[in-house]
């Protein structure tokens, strides 16, 4: 089984500013990652899929890299919606994995 | 619009089994390359896939859990059902269900049910 590792566990950051969270895979999932945003009482939400690629209806300024084992969500100027947990994901191999979830909070 | 919606029981008594319905629209479980699978989040931790199945029946499960899972399709009625036996208090957690996309051959989870909660407690 892949163990995803998200860092860090809490990011503490003011509205405006850039958040960028890693995500670290216990052996290559290739680009088969995915970033979701979860809010308290939600449903988490894709932002982020095949490492790179932004889902339908996800701003501009929500962007995804990486390859391999090292992986990072970047947001690139909070906002106050934007304040969340965020998990990656692999589906590169059975069973699919996630990481421990980061979250964002206002700092 | 794609939507997923998850119904069952919110308590279950332990060694019981826990019966899920997810009830989707928006898109149908017959073209190639669309699947459904489960998700689970006991409270204030981390998400645990459970298992998934294809728009041709094949299903893949949690290998820690596959004992224990059942996961069937209905393709008429637009609903996937996971059946969990023996359940235990550490299975509280929200369940969801989420719609499957497929890009070369992966699948990613793309829309998500809100999840229910499910108890288990005597």
């Known amino acids: 089984e892949i163990v995803m590792t998200q860092s860090p566990a809490t990011l503490s950051v003011s509205p405006g500013e850039r958040a960028t969270l890693s995500c670290r895979a216990s052996q290559s999932v290739t680009s088969n990652l995915a970033w979701y945003q979860q809010k308290p009482g939600q449903a988490p939400r894709l932002l982020i899929y095949?490492?790179?690629t932004r889902a339908t209806g996800i701003p501009a300024r929500f962007s995804g890299s990486g390859s391999g084992t090292e992986f990072t969500l970047t947001i690139s100027s909070l906002q106050s919606e934007d304040f969340a947990v965020y998990f990656c994901q692999q589906y590169n191999n059975w069973p699919l994995t996630f990481g421990g979830g980061t979250k964002v909070e206002i700092k | 619009q794609i939507t997923l919606k998850e119904s069952g029981p919110t308590l279950v008594r332990p060694t019981h089994t826990l019966t899920l319905t997810c009830t989707f629209s928006g898109f149908s479980l017959d073209p190639f390359g669309v699947g459904v699978g489960w998700i689970r989040q006991p409270p204030g931790k981390a998400l645990e896939w459970l298992a998934l199945i294809y728009w041709n029946g094949d299903q893949r499960y949690s290998p820690s859990l596959k004992s224990r899972l059942t996961i069937t399709k209905d393709t008429s009625k637009n609903q996937v059902i996971l059946t969990m036996t023996n359940m235990d208090p550490v299975d509280t957690a929200t369940y969801f269900c989420?719609?499957?996309?497929?890009?070369?051959?992966?699948?990613?989870?793309?829309?998500w049910g809100q999840g229910t909660l499910v108890t288990v407690s005597s």
């Open positions: 989420a719609s499957s996309a497929e890009t070369d051959g992966y699948y990613y989870l793309d829309y």
């Open positions: 095949l490492a790179s």
